[in-house]
């Protein structure tokens, strides 16, 4: 398979792919090409040279070489993708079919659609709806087989909640263990990159993994007089990594918002803020020559970051359990796909907490692992995690905002008529 940066596909549809694929302008790096083979027209938005290649991936498989189409067998395929983590989307078109995925977790973005008009998959639902009026948000961990009057799904999602009896220190060990390996796999051939940093512990962790790895660079962007403002520099010194802080002013945050309506449609100030971060990080991401930017994101739903869960747990284990659940399995109809928008224009997402293995052990894990409704304390195991990692009992346990909060930026944006 081709590595891209978003793909759209017609079976027997009428709709000029050219035109239409100018939508996704602003992932093609190096420019948008369509190619075409019987009734399926395949529009792709390069990163690299382009190839003789009929299929397309956008994202990454770990731990598992499933890109060349002539090593592929479509029968195995389902039980492949159970077993391998990875970010990803990808279209196959075999014998005037299109078989298509997202990963488990639905890190990367992808619908389809159906009609008088034939069928058709994007990156980017704007490109679908120029001729479809029905347009859906395929599952993660599902396979998808669309012919020309029918589509058929199987799924590969292993993802279960079923809480588990485990021990502190055995989950601390397996924790450890699986992150480290999700951060190894995912910076992999990557000569730089550069960790979102807040000051937080999900960040400093990932800070002091990648580290052993690859050349790493941490970013804050912030607004002058803010909580990361102040005291990001002064943590990452402590942690002894270097941090560049990019300190912006109302200005920069308006034209950066009104530059990502291009590309996305907010929910909330929330969501905007976080997407301008997002977007400003990946840009010096690119200037700065590194290969990806890395994002501590699914954190707070793996390990009870958010103070709702701990209202939810004055309730109820099971309240708060099924609430973490939910989030996970959720993150991908907002969170995953506007972050990886964002990034799009100018470089490469990692998601170390997003990988398959610590997802399906994490979200078992037991809440007293995770929460105490006593002392306020959230994420508890991870704190366990920093401190074997040789993170001080201090910012082990400094509890922070989130970075749309702590940077300054949600206080602008809530101000925008979005």
Known sequence: ??????????????????????????????????????????GLCLINEDTEEFSAVHGEFYGVNIKRTSDLE????????????GSYSFVLP??????????QLGTKPLYY????????????????????????LAEPGVLYKAAQNSLTQISFNTLNYTIQDVKHDEALRTIARLLEES?????????????????????????I???????????????????DYKTCERIADRLGIHLKMIVIDERVIKDTVKGLHNMMQFTSAMHASIACIVYLLA????????????????????????????????ISAEKVSNALFSDVKNAHRDNFCRDEIASSPF?????????????????????????????????????????????????ANREKKAMQFSSGIFKIVSKLNL
């Open 1 to 42: 398979m081709q590595e891209v940066n978003g793909f759209a596909a017609l079976l027997s549809s009428p709709l000029d792919l050219e035109s239409a694929l100018k939508a996704m302008d602003y992932r093609s790096w190096l420019g948008l090409v369509v190619k075409r083979r019987g009734n399926v027209s395949l």
């Open 74 to 85: 479509v029968d195995n395929l389902p039980g492949v993708l159970a077993t391998s983590d």
């Open 94 to 103: 075999v014998d005037g079919t299109l078989i298509f995925a997202r990963d």
């Open 113 to 136: 659609a159906s009609g008088a008009g034939g069928f058709g998959i994007a990156s980017d639902p704007r490109v679908l709806e120029q001729s479809f009026s029905n347009v859906n």
């Open 183 to 207: 951060v190894q796999r995912r910076v992999a051939h990557k000569r730089k990159i550069v960790l979102g940093f807040s000051g937080g512990i999900d960040s400093a962790i990932l800070s």
């Open 209 to 227: 993994l990648s580290a052993k790895y690859t050349k790493i660079n941490a970013a804050t962007i912030c607004v002058r007089d803010s909580i």
């Open 283 to 314: 840009k010096l991401t690119r200037d700065e020559g590194a290969d990806a930017l890395m994002l501590g994101q699914l954190a707070d739903e793996l390990f009870g970051g958010y103070a709702r869960y701990l209202k939810y747990l004055k």
């Open 347 to 395: 470089t490469r997402l990692l998601l170390p907490y997003a990988s398959l293995d610590l997802v399906k052990y994490a979200v078992n894990l037991p809440v007293n692992l995770k929460l105490n409704s006593k002392t306020g304390a959230r994420k508890i195991i991870l704190r366990e995690l920093a401190k074997t990692l040789g993170i001080d009992d201090e910012l």
